[in-house]
């Protein structure tokens, strides 16, 4: 089991800049990937970004891509996405993911993902 918890969520005008984090705990000595995902009320949950167990493989949607980044640090067993130039639709909640990989591949659907977060909130104002 790996248990996963996001922070870094928060209220931030348009074009300013979060860093949400995704900390896991539990059975992290085995290679797992990492994804990002995205809901808002009423929608489906949307893929955000991908990183592989040794970070070198890294995916985004087109909507984020250049503007978003994916990080991870296996040390401290934590996950990272850079948000720069927030826009508005970037309002929405945001959950991390984790499932056991060792082929290197990155999955975009969230059904590929065994263990999820809370979830953190991000708003973003005009």
């Known amino acids: 089991q790996v248990q996963l918890v996001e922070s870094g969520g928060g209220l931030m005008q348009a074009g300013g800049s979060l860093r949400l984090s995704c900390a896991a705990s539990g059975r992290t000595f085995s290679p797992y990937r990492m994804g990002w995902f995205r809901q808002v009320p009423g929608k489906e949950r949307e893929f955000v970004a991908a990183?592989?167990?040794?970070?070198?493989?890294?995916a985004y949607a087109e909507s984020v891509k250049g503007r978003f980044t994916v990080s991870r640090d296996n040390v401290k067993n934590t996950g990272y996405l850079q948000m720069n130039r927030l826009k508005l639709e970037d309002t929405a909640v945001y959950y991390c993911?984790?499932?056991?990989?060792?082929?290197?591949?990155?999955?975009?659907?969230?059904?590929?993902?065994?263990?999820w977060g809370q979830g953190t909130q991000v708003t973003v104002s005009s």
């Open positions: 993911a984790a499932d056991r990989d060792t082929s290197g591949l990155l999955r975009r659907s969230a059904s590929s993902y065994d263990y």
């Open positions: 990183i592989s167990w040794g970070g070198i493989s890294t």
